[in-house]
């Protein structure tokens, strides 16, 4: 099948993938009222087109987080990538680093952050759970300082997990081993089965010498999810800096409310994100909430945006609105799930091509005029 868009790399990575994993990437929680309004509500704000500019010469190229990228794109931290494609987070963090933009690990990671910033040699940033055991937390802290993460990115909207249906019916992460029906899926999965006998079976990468962590992946990912703190503050963040030096991103921002207390404590930037759906179903997409955001604290702070991307016209639109530089998770996942690192250049390369064509015809030159003078190229903003 020739790969025209996203959902193309999303139809051919459900074919490849076994189901209990691709559920897993693709499934949100509850009824996915709000993992479907991320992506509808882009269909809201509307591009106004000007004609008759000089469009000869264009650039996406940017700067956030202190960096300079060739787009304003950074590719999400995500757990378990690592299933979908042998060695996932290092295959996605060297088409990452060709396309010279940067990857966040997920602390739920198949590949260890010092393998993947051994191995991909990406720009490298760092996503932390802050656990039940600070101990633990800390010892992940002084791990990502050794292997050089350029910051630290804090998720605070999932104290406790959301309820995806789709794991539920699948036994994944409430279940110590697989279903005979996903056993018997992955027999079938011929393409995927051969790409992961290349290695040993995969296992969180920065869990492999914790103690009780498990020693297979469901297990792990048990252990992960009863790791998770509701009692999780505000006042926590300053422990954190205690322990972090370097810039922290404070991610699952919805509400201009918590976005000011976030510059308050100190944060460096912060994502705008409603974790792609898979924790509060019935909240607001991502793109709904960004303006209000921006216009509080986008003077403050750095501000990003993850929700729903699967357009370049959505980057185009998230920067108009606000946002310094957007996330991609499944969008990039997708693309590892179809085939790898070369998926995910794929993925990239679509959107960098829809950015820029979207850009000519909107009679712009460069990604800083959509955030100097956002209002001009909108209407009607959700």
């Not at 990228?69 to 987070?89: D, K, S, V």
């Amino acid at each position: 099948m020739k790969i025209a868009n996203i959902e193309d790399l999303r139809v051919a990575a459900r074919r490849r993938v076994p189901r209990i994993f691709f559920d897993y990437l693709d499934g949100g929680a509850f009824s996915e009222t709000t993992m479907h309004a991320n992506i509808a509500d882009f269909d809201k704000v509307h591009l106004e087109q000007r004609v008759l500019v000089n469009i000869e010469k264009r650039n996406l190229a940017t700067r956030f987080l202190g960096s300079d990228y060739a787009m304003p794109l950074m590719l999400a931290p995500t757990g378990f990538a690592g299933m979908l494609a042998h060695r996932g987070e290092v295959q996605a963090g060297r088409a990452a680093k060709a396309a010279g933009i940067p990857l966040c690990l997920s602390t739920t990671s198949i590949c260890s952050m010092e393998e993947v910033r051994r191995d991909s040699d990406v720009d490298f940033h760092f996503q932390l759970y802050v656990f039940k055991d600070r101990g633990l937390a800390e010892l992940m802290l002084e791990r990502a300082v050794k292997a050089q993460a350029k910051s630290l990115f804090v998720t605070v909207d999932a104290t406790i997990g959301g309820r995806r249906e789709k794991d539920l019916r699948n036994g994944f992460r409430t279940s110590r081993r697989p279903t005979p029906g996903a056993l018997l899926d992955m027999m079938t999965r011929v393409r995927w089965g051969l790409d992961m006998l290349r290695g040993p079976w995969p296992l969180f990468g920065n869990f492999t010498d914790v103690p009780g962590a498990g020693k297979d992946i469901m297990a792990q990912a048990l252990f992960v999810g009863r790791q998770l703190d509701p009692t999780l503050t505000w006042a926590d963040l300053a422990w954190m800096r205690k322990h972090w030096k370097g810039p922290m991103v404070i991610k699952g921002i919805l509400s201009v409310e918590d976005a000011q207390r976030a510059v308050d404590q100190g944060a460096d930037g912060i994502v705008v994100s409603n974790h792609g759906g898979r924790q509060l179903d019935g909240a607001r997409s991502s793109i709904a909430v960004l303006p209000e955001i921006a216009k509080a604290v986008g003077h403050k702070t750095e501000v990003l945006f993850d929700g729903g991307i699967r357009r370049g016209s959505h980057i185009v639109k998230a920067l108009a609105l606000g946002a310094r530089a957007c996330l991609i998770g499944r969008t990039y996942l997708y693309g590892l799930g179809a085939g790898g690192q070369a998926g995910v250049t794929r993925a990239l390369d679509l959107l960098r091509f829809e950015m820029d064509v979207t850009m000519a015809l909107m009679g712009v030159t460069d990604v800083d005029q959509l955030r100097d003078d956002g209002a001009r190229y909108i209407r009607n903003a959700a």
